[in-house]
């Protein structure tokens, strides 16, 4: 059998392998065309989904729109307004820049482009199917771009056994909208379906701290912001700003965290390894925060040309990104000091209902009045009478007890989480604030004041290490075994020390005495795939995290145990005082904050 002979592929045939790269669904078509809206500086993108997609997607902007001769070109592959040369590569300023959306897209559906450049006098229009052309031809539009795009797929009906159901697919192209709405906030989208609005925000106007705020609101939901903290850091010429989560406010999923570059979304391993570190005191594994984080770095030290989806990134200097992103959320989170997120108590207010009528009592059986139960009327009567005067009968109220009625009353004004009241069940503090209650559940909430004292006191003397009496050594793959190494210096911080031995290798010396009895082994081969993964090494944090936790749990208050006063308000007044403490080191409330209003409404007095 001959060997093949190389040859050059027809247009067509590189049309449909560069549709694949681009087109993956519906949601990448919404995403390539609201992109180039984008760049032409629209100030207007209205969307149409039919069938998900997949029948017709229909988008039109008031862009600065092409001519005619643009029209023509902008259809050919590599064609772009974008870059005007190779070195251009090096600083990609805009969200599109490759020059093969519409040909790829054209290749694969019918679509039709009108357009009309600001100055013309008359608009153009062009058509593709499967990568044929047809025009262009005079039309009628307004200054600004129209893009249709009908079939999608028709021409690869293989594709389409892949895209999932209708509502799927339109889920997926919100999804796309939505990101790309939330981080151009100056700009108006409509997104429908024909018969309903998916998502639809206006134009925000003024500061543009403001603007992003209410675009954030508008896709998260004002939930959102009332449960979260402002982000704002900076550091060398990198720039990070948005909101993230109380840890109290999580999910089960990361569907709602938006990352951003230089106003592109991206779904990037570096900076989801970041978001994980920063939170890892505070939520379990399987919980995920919610955030909306804007990262704003000089184009010319990021890299976006690295997949043709573009929603990736490199950078030129990931530890100095990755250190802001995690030192950002930390010192945002302990702003928050005790904050917990206010879902907490709309769920507890929820699940409280009032109960039904009291049965009739015994003696009131039947129907019609009755008369009230023998010496009823005289008990009632003397609950009414006015106080009588007991000074001489000896039974004064004690001046110590007016004081110390005195100080509640100061402290549930002048305190946070006001000044206790009671016990119940010896697991539950319940103090009376100047507006309304807190319950406290005490075990929860002493676990993590003494988790943050132990926080504290290994920052300020280090983690100890115990020497192992053989080191061990450790095969690994080359290049995770270089990567452990570049991060020796980190890990000898918390108590892991290792060093080289040889190509593919790593040999272990001393390990933190927290962690006892330790499999060397395996906690070193776990840190060097969430390096590959994350390019972060949670896994020896979180063992000391989980260490210290434990140690906390048994070293704090247990439920079951009687408290005084003195002690029930010590213990708000340290949380007051303690940043992270409106949640345990499980992300779970430590108290429920019930406003009076809210508990009138429960008993109809509002």
């Known amino acids: 059998m001959s060997a093949p002979r190389i040859r050059r592929l027809d247009e067509a045939t590189i049309n449909r392998i560069a549709a694949g790269e681009v087109v993956e669904r519906p949601a990448s078509v919404v995403k390539e065309l609201v992109e180039n809206a984008l760049d032409a500086a629209a100030r207007r993108i209205d969307i149409l989904l039919e069938g998900g997609g997949r029948r017709r997607i229909l988008v039109t902007d008031d862009g600065c729109g092409m001519t ?15 870059l005007r040369a190779a ?95 939330m981080a151009h906030p100056g700009v108006a989208f409509s997104l429908g379906d024909g018969r309903r609005a998916l998502f639809r925000a206006p134009a925000e106007q003024g500061d543009t701290a403001v603007a992003g705020a209410e675009r954030v609101a508008a896709v998260l939901g004002r939930g959102f912001l009332e449960n979260a903290v402002r982000v704002d850091a900076e550091r060398d010429s990198v720039r990070l700003s948005g ?47 919610v955030l909306a984080l804007f990262l704003d770095i000089p184009p010319s030290e990021v890299d976006v040309n690295v997949h043709p989806a573009k929603a ?16 950002g959320l930390r010192h945002a989170l302990a702003e928050a000091g005790h904050r917990a997120a206010t879902s907490v108590s709309e769920a507890a207010l929820a699940a409280a209902r009032p109960q039904p009528a009291m049965p009739a009592l015994p003696w009131d059986r039947g129907t019609g009045p009755r008369a009230a139960a023998p010496g009823l009327m005289e008990t009632a009567a003397r609950y009414q009478a006015p106080a009588a005067d007991h000074s001489t009968s000896g039974m004064i109220a004690p ?81 995770a075994a270089a990567r452990l190494v570049a991060r020796a210096e980190e890990f000898a911080e918390l108590g892991l020390v290792i060093e080289a031995f040889g190509a593919g290798a790593v040999v272990v010396r001393e390990v933190p005495a927290l962690l006892g009895q330790v499999d060397a082994a395996r906690l070193v081969r776990d840190l060097a795939d969430e390096l590959a993964e994350l390019e972060e090494g949670l896994a020896l944090k979180e063992r000391l995290a989980d260490v210290c936790a434990t140690m906390a749990c048994h070293g704090s208050v247990r439920a079951g145990r009687r408290l005084t006063v003195a002690e029930m308000n010590a213990l708000l007044r340290e949380m007051e005082a303690t940043p992270h403490s409106g949640q345990c080191n499980h992300g779970r409330p430590t108290y429920v904050e019930l406003k009076l209003a809210d508990i009138e409404r429960l008993f109809g007095r509002r």
């Open 87 to 181: 070195a251009d590569l090096a600083c990609i300023a805009t969200l599109g820049f490759r020059g093969e959306a519409l040909a790829a897209i054209g290749s694969v559906s019918r679509m039709t482009l009108t357009s009309r450049a600001a100055g013309e006098d008359t608009a153009w229009s062009l058509g593709l199917e499967g990568g044929r052309r047809d025009g262009p031809r005079p039309a009628a539009l307004e200054a600004g771009t129209r893009i249709e795009v009908r079939d999608l797929f028709f021409a690869t009906p293989a594709r389409l056994k892949f895209l999932k159901s209708e509502r799927s697919e339109t889920a997926h192209a919100v999804d796309v909208v939505k990101r790309l709405a």
């Open 312 to 327: 990736e990134v490199r950078f030129r200097d990931p530890g100095l990104v990755r250190g802001l992103i995690v030192a």
């Open 68 to 82: 005619r001769e643009e029209l023509v070109l902008a259809t050919a592959r590599h064609a772009t307004s974008k």
């Open 399 to 479: 001046a110590a007890r007016v004081e110390e009625d005195a100080d509640i009353e100061a402290a549930a004004i002048a305190y946070p989480l006001g000044a206790a009241r009671g016990q119940l069940h010896e697991t539950y503090i319940v103090a009376q604030t100047a507006d309304g209650i807190v319950i406290v559940d005490q075990h929860a909430a002493h676990e993590r004041l003494v988790y943050e004292r132990m926080k504290a006191a290994l920052a300020e003397t280090g983690v100890a290490r115990q020497m192992l009496l053989l080191p061990e050594v450790v095969e690994l793959e080359e290049e």
């Open 243 to 289: 909101f993230a989560g109380l840890p109290t406010f999580s999910r089960g999923n990361a569907q709602q965290q938006y990352l951003f570059v230089n106003g592109r979304p991206v779904k990037d391993r570096l900076l989801a390894g970041a978001v994980r570190g920063a939170y890892a005191d505070f939520l379990a594994r399987d919980r995920h925060p």
